[in-house]
């Protein structure tokens, strides 16, 4: 469904998980294999290690975000349909392994193809950090405890941008060649952990929680 800026938003009511922290993961390259803007249920595969990733996090009462950029739709390459189907497989085929997404975000705008693009679309845009904190005003989770888990550049930024513990960058997806970069926006408060896929982020996380 799509809140009154043209974010879409998987549902208005995820359940409120006050003061817990949560893990973000991005969506194409991380929790699906990357496919040049995914716009068909059938491509849909998910990463190696999402599911057992995911019920981890369900298991210790951890909020899962997912924030996903979907400049597509700008692009003229797809419309909401066909994000509202990709999404729907997605789901059933986390359903499939017993987990679930609390809350997807999926932003539409690009500077180069979104009419008017400004300071507001580039908030929401990763590496903007409005995605992040429209989950933080939903569930009321603690975005200082967060992590998230990215493939490209732009969302680390975004969960530094946002004021989380830390990222961890995968080498799935856009991964290898963002590596340098992501782990180089590091700071004393911030820490970004390099992994290779999402079993290798699942042994990092378990005590980071």
């Known amino acids: ?7 879409w938003i998987s549902t208005e009511r995820p359940r409120p998980m006050p003061g817990r922290p949560a893990l973000f993961l991005d969506r194409d390259g991380v929790i699906v294999v990357e ?9 849909v595969a998910l990463e190696k290690g999402a599911a057992e ?5 369900r298991d210790g009462d951890i909020a899962m975000v997912c924030p996903t950029n979907q400049s597509g739709i700008a692009r003229g ?23 679930a997404f609390d809350l997807v975000v999926a932003c539409p705008f690009h500077p180069d193809f ?11 845009r990763k590496p903007g950090p409005a995605m992040l904190e429209l989950a933080e005003k939903m569930m009321e989770i603690d975005l200082a405890a967060s992590w998230l888990v990215g493939d490209k550049t732009s969302d680390v930024e975004a969960a530094r941008a946002a004021g989380l513990r830390g ?3 995968v080498l799935t997806g856009h991964g290898k060649s963002h590596r340098d970069k992501a782990l180089s926006l590091a700071t004393e408060t911030f820490d970004v952990l390099p992994a290779d896929d999402l079993r290798d982020t699942l042994k ?6």
């Open 1 to 7: 469904m799509l809140i009154d800026n043209g974010i």
């Open 35 to 43: 496919r040049d803007y995914l716009s068909d249920p059938a491509d």
């Open 53 to 57: 990733l995911m019920r981890w996090a």
């Open 77 to 99: 390459r797809f419309g909401l349909k066909a994000l509202e189907a990709v999404e729907a497989e997605i789901a059933r085929q986390l359903a499939d392994r017993d987990t």
């Open 114 to 124: 979104t009419p008017g693009y400004g300071e507001e679309e580039a908030r929401w």
């Open 167 to 169: 990222a961890v960058h």
């Open 204 to 209: 990092l996380l378990r005590d980071r929680f």
